[in-house]
């Protein structure tokens, strides 16, 4: 009704079932857009009395308040600048959520206590808890004082907040808050939304940065989205704003050098569109809740892991595909540990120093960055690192240089191949170093030739309405530009772009099918009216259909839609949509019926190479042509990768689509004969010590 949400996630019904039956001291560790707020927002408007919640910056504050206002809950900011009114409010309880300072609550722990007597108190949140740390990145006096809140509030549960905590820094939160028997709850720290990537920088800003824009069709740059640029110095973030304002790319410049009122037009702009880009000092870290921003650029070495893990978390938080980029050079970590040196705490120095040098590893690397992200903040004894992204080419850069696609060819032919010139007279060379052991060690799979009967899980829809709903989502964007102004309200508040592509998708047609959108409560659900007028008027004139609920689903799974796919293999869109068409639908090679298609017999060349089954009679490789091509390979034996000396040899009313049709089909034979010839052997891989020697006899 409040939230939008259809139901909680796992540990966010832990967390809160504790808060409200237990009456229990949490401390919650959650990734950045996982859900934080709803822990402590929702046990008061439930128990329909008063949280408190505790956080470092105003402008934060000031969007959640906003926020929950649309969402018909009660909340207010509570600060030395409000007026007496307000406090009145406050103490009659008229606010749900009640949002204040460290230095605001720890200078009025009595109004605390009076709230707790006269209202009730369901939790008092700290969010941002790693501040409270001795360790912390973004350390705050005033949060040192929070000790006292447990003192004077014995049986209001106590909820530490944060995105950004090591094991010490957890036990360090429990001891500062003097916390009574937490319970610890922490989520994975993965992101797989978020592709993370290192290069160094050259110091030519614009240079360094080009790789990230985009060139717009009337002239100039443009960014794929919202981003914000993280340098190390007030006077890098005026460079790199001077840089990119010179491409005519609309940005800002935040940090502690302006006036308040500067930073705070800065950040408006920024939440509402008006600019695409913010290039900032760490001080614009955590105050930004913002859930569609697309890009994090480090142009400079980050200090440690807790404070770069802290800020690429400011990127795709509506769950979308976001990239983190990291540009530095081996100066910028000099310069950190020369700032450091200043230190005048020698055990914060030495602690200080040591996150340095793992951050350090981490731009060095040649391994998946992800997985040294997780193991710098996961319990050893509830370790998480084997994310299902990691190791492919969307997780980091790393591990999408590992294997170029290239290298795989030899793992998956019967036959000799260059693949590389450097390498020619490797495998000749390599008897006389028959003691050397492989990097990659051979094992079934790699030695496996067999083509695996697996379904095709499609996702399948036409071309035609993906391009209409992508239309679709764009009319949606623009509205909720138009919408969020009149109110002036950032856009991302009134509906993520999360939202618009579920619309999209689905297209509800009234307040009730809108309501079924996850993230829509009843309030936002009214103030997204307008939206649903675009849908019927935009279905209306394409002839889509509305509360289509099934289009998020792929379609039930028929026998014949089973394929033979080689392991490891995906078709592109393109050529998946010709395959289905021709091999499923029975659609012709000549008439289609959607006018943006054509059917590419090179689509089909790939997807039949890829190890998708063709109806080769109905493409036109009749029994007569095939057997007529297969004899012209037999006498005398020819290579089946040597096209020309095939093309040579076969009739010329044979085109070079039937031609190479008829070749797969004999490659992929001789491939599951291959098969057959050496199975025997593949249990010995298991077991025997591999030497370079045994892997050219067996070739």
Not at 285 to 308: C, F, L, Q, T, W
Not at 588 to 595: A, N
Request: charged share 20%.
């Amino acid at each position: 009704m409040y939230f939008g949400h259809h139901s909680f996630k796992p540990v966010q019904w832990k967390v809160i079932h504790s808060v409200l039956t237990e009456r229990r001291d949490n401390l919650v560790v959650m990734a950045t857009g996982y859900g934080k707020s709803l822990c402590f927002q929702f046990p008061p408007v439930y128990c329909q009395n008063v949280s408190v919640v505790i956080s470092p910056l105003i402008a934060l504050m000031e969007d959640q308040v906003l926020y929950l206002q649309m969402s018909n809950i009660p909340a207010c900011f509570l600060g030395s600048a409000q007026t007496k009114n307000l406090y009145e409010e406050v103490k009659r309880g008229h606010f749900r959520v009640v949002y204040m300072t460290p230095e605001f609550c720890s200078g009025n722990i009595p109004l605390l206590a009076q709230l707790n007597r006269t209202v009730g108190l369901s939790l008092v949140a700290v969010d941002e808890a790693h501040c409270i740390s001795q360790w912390g990145h973004d350390f705050r006096s005033a949060y040192r004082d929070l000790w006292k809140l447990k003192k004077n509030l014995p049986g209001v549960p106590i909820l530490a907040l944060t995105a950004t905590a090591s094991p010490s820094i957890r036990e360090d939160i429990v001891k500062s808050l003097n916390l009574i028997n937490p319970l610890i709850t922490c989520t994975s720290f993965d992101r797989p939304n978020l592709y993370l990537d290192v290069s160094r920088k050259s110091g030519d800003v614009i240079q360094d940065l080009k790789q990230f824009l985009i060139k717009k069709t009337g002239g100039g740059f443009a960014l794929e989205g919202s981003a914000i640029v993280y340098c190390p110095s007030k006077k890098e973030a005026e460079r790199v704003t001077a840089a990119l304002c010179k491409l005519d790319i609309p940005c800002g410049v935040y940090h502690a050098g302006l006036s308040i009122k500067q930073r705070r037009e800065t950040q408006h702009q920024f939440m509402r569109d008006e600019i695409q880009c913010v290039v900032a000092t760490v001080a614009f870290g955590m105050g930004i809740n913002k859930s569609d921003i697309r890009k994090v650029i480090h142009y400079g070495a980050p200090k440690e892991m807790e404070s770069y893990y802290q800020e690429i978390g400011r990127a795709g938080r509506d769950g979308l595909p976001s990239a983190c980029h990291v540009l530095w050079m081996p100066g910028d970590m000099a310069l950190n540990r020369f700032i450091l040196n200043q230190s005048k705490s020698e055990r914060f120095r030495d602690y200080k120093m040591d996150m340095m040098a793992k951050m350090e590893k981490y731009l060095n690397s040649t391994k998946c960055r992800r997985k040294l992200i997780l193991c710098h903040f996961e319990d050893k004894r509830l370790r998480k690192v084997t994310s299902g992204i990691m190791g492919s080419s969307n997780c980091c850069d790393n591990c999408l240089t590992h294997f170029p696609q290239n290298c795989e060819k030899p793992l998956y032919i019967n036959q000799h191949c260059k693949c590389f010139t450097q390498g020619r007279s490797w495998l000749s060379k390599a008897e006389d170093e028959r003691h050397r052991q492989l990097l990659l060690q051979p094992n079934r799979d790699l030695f496996s030739r067999e083509l695996h009967f697996v379904s095709l899980h499609y996702q399948f829809f036409s071309l035609f309405v993906l391009f209409l709903q992508s239309e679709l989502y764009g009319k949606l964007v623009s509205e909720r530009q138009k919408l969020a102004g009149l109110r002036d309200i950032p856009p991302a508040l009134l509906a993520t772009n999360k939202i618009l592509l579920d619309m999209a998708k689905s297209r509800p047609c009234s307040i009730s099918s809108l309501k079924q959108v996850d993230g829509v409560s009843e309030a936002k659900a009214a103030m997204l009216t307008p939206l649903i007028d675009v849908i019927l008027t935009f279905c209306q004139t394409h002839g889509l259909q509305v509360d289509d609920s099934s289009s998020s689903t792929p379609p039930v799974q028929t026998e014949s839609s089973r394929e033979y796919s080689s392991v490891g293999q995906s078709l592109p869109d393109s050529v998946s949509v010709t395959h289905r068409l021709f091999q499923m639908e029975h659609k012709s090679m000549v008439r289609h019926s959607l006018p943006i298609l054509c059917f590419n017999v090179s689509h089909l060349l790939q997807a039949q190479k890829m190890g998708c089954a063709v109806d080769t009679d109905r493409a036109g490789l009749s029994a007569s042509i095939y057997n007529t091509i297969r004899k012209s390979i037999a006498s005398p034996p020819v290579n089946l990768s040597d096209f020309k000396a095939i093309r040579s040899r076969v009739p010329e009313d044979v085109s070079n689509f039937l031609l190479r049709l008829a070749l797969y089909e004999l490659q992929r034979e001789a491939s599951s004969t291959a098969h057959h010839e050496i199975s025997w052997i593949e249990p010995l891989v298991c077991f025997l010590p591999v030497t370079l020697k045994s892997i050219r006899a067996f070739y």
